[in-house]
């Protein structure tokens, strides 16, 4: 087992990351009171939720499940309400702990709830897709979705700690592996050349589940996010970096509706763009371009989108978290392994960059 620290003071927390790990050694000394409301969806329900029931009861706690059911369409304010109901029925107290065993959509929601029931109560993630695992359950945004927008409502809560397991990898499906290493090769291409090579010279082990190199793969992207969160942990600045891809891939998400491509293959693409209109200014060669297309390739994702009329795409992207004074902000690739945030770039060289990866033919 590996450890890393999100370094945030006196709110300073370990992301615990490897195989068969052993939630009541790991877990115990972080659950401060007695009471632990698990928050999970049906899928994980039947795959890990015992084994966390019983870790937490052994220890002598007061467990209680809420158990929500599995997608992004759910992570809305009538399902986080029901975690509330859940919370508020077991009779849970300001001392209790929230505990998110599943992917970010579970994550997103019991962080949200834990941020607010009884103005904050302690919160524990333990991520159970690669996506959550780089991502989503470290640096503690959490929310819901409004209809208007995705992930409009929320709050920051960083968790007591992060438990990365990943022998829970071996039953995620194929398609959901790839979208989690769309975020991992985010991390090489903005910040981390050497990271870059090592994935090239691992990606196929890696699409194959071999979870040695799976859990190098999320110590690598979570040293990144960690130090990333602890320099700039309400995104004033830098953490926005983490954004790369992520302005197009709203635009692709957002169009063709959620559900549809999953958010990392929507960001794969999306990298895709900043990458090829990075080089359109310059900043990059062709062959760093060709070269980011090829290692998300191999990760199995894609690297062009459905036909998008140009208009909806750029009224998609205007919407983005990142518009400041009505001004569109981009991550680009100011060269290879090292993004940076820019509102000075060609809109015609973007629109050129949108529609060069868009395909007819999918
Ligand atoms: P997800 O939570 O929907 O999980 C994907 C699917 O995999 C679900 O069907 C889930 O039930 C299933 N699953 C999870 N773990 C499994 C396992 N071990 N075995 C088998 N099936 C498993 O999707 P995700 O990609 O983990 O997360 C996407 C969400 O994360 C989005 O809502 C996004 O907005 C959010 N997100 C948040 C942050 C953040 O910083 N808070 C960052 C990135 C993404
Ligand atoms: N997923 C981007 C961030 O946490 O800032």
Redesign the pocket.
Known sequence: MQTLHVELGDRRYPIFIGSQLQPHNLLAPYIKGRQVMIVT?T??EQ?YLQHYVDALTALDKQVAVCVLP???KY?NIEHLNLIFDALLQAGFNRDCTVLAL???????MAGFAAASFQRGVYFIQVP??L??QV??SV?G??GINHPLG??MIGAFKQPEVVMADMS??K???PR?LS??LAEVIKYALLGDLEFLAWLETHMDELVAGNETLLAEAVYRSCAHKARIVANDEKEQGERALLNLGHTFGHAIESYLGYGEW???EAVATGMVMAADLSQRMGWISKADLARTKKIIQRARLPISCPQIPLDAFLSYMSHDKKVLNGQLRLVLLQRLGQAVITKTFDVDQMKAAILANQTVNQ
């Open positions: 969806n899928t994980l795959l599995d997608g992004e992570k599943g992917g970010g959509v579970i994550g997103d159970t897709t996506l959550s991502d989503s640096g945004k959490t995705k992930n829970q990898l039953s995620l499906p959901e979208a989690g999953l958010h990392g």
